[in-house]
């Protein structure tokens, strides 16, 4: 079917962000980032908030080490926590939000991987908003997060989506970078993060239409 003249090419990713805060089923934690700010340390030295350090350098684990890596996931939040606090000054409610939904996740993932019969029970997977301005260390967080699990990453702007089968870039789009980000493997790429950023510019685009 061609494409109307007033179709709303956000049409599509707006309704399933409104499925998504409205489905009673999808738990969604929101994590807010302070403004960056200057802020006098410890030590004397003045840092600022949401600073980032860029992570170490360290030997890229084998497919098989990442899968056992989530198959023996029993991390606790407050250790994702002090691994955020290696990269990322202050923050803290973001990122104890942020390791609580990463833990309840995975841990959850860990025991379906075990047990067939637990990933057809009823679960509320928890899915997190990060709200902040730009350059406080959202991305950041989550990009080291997926490093530390060993899980692929992918960072999608909401603003580049438009109804399936149109130009633009669509949900299918989204897996195959998933899958690209895990090395063409679907197993791994099944338990990647996915990272939709911007989406506040939808709300913005859709209050101009009216």
């Not at 860990?110 to 029970?121: F, G, L, P």
């Not at 109804?163 to 090395?183: F, H, M, N, P, S």
Request: charge should be neutral.
């Amino acid at each position: 079917m061609p494409k109307k003249d007033d179709d709303n090419p956000l049409e599509e990713m707006q309704k399933q962000l409104r499925d998504l805060f409205k489905n009673k089923n999808v738990q969604v934690a929101f994590a807010p980032f302070m403004e960056s700010m200057t802020g006098n340390t410890d030590n004397g030295k003045t840092e600022e908030k949401g600073a980032q350090e860029s992570p170490p350098k360290e030997p890229e684990p084998t497919r098989d080490e990442k899968l056992d890596s989530i198959r023996t996931f029993d991390r606790k939040p407050k250790e994702i926590r002090d691994y955020l606090d290696r990269f990322v000054i202050k923050q803290e409610q973001a990122k104890r939000v942020l390791s609580v939904a990463v833990c309840d996740h995975y841990n959850h993932v860990r025991a379906c991987m075990k047990d067939s019969k637990k990933a057809k029970a009823p679960y509320v997977k928890p899915n997190v908003l990060l709200l902040g301005p730009t350059g406080v260390g959202k991305t950041f967080l989550m990009r080291n997060v997926a490093q530390l699990i060993g899980v692929p990453f992918v960072k999608a702007d909401a603003t580049k989506f438009s109804e399936t089968g149109y130009v633009g870039y669509d949900v299918d789009d989204l897996v195959r970078d998933l899958v690209k980000a895990a090395d063409g493997d679907t197993e791994l790429a099944q338990y990647g993060i996915v990272y939709v950023d911007e989406i506040d510019k939808i709300a913005a685009e859709a209050s101009k239409s009216g």
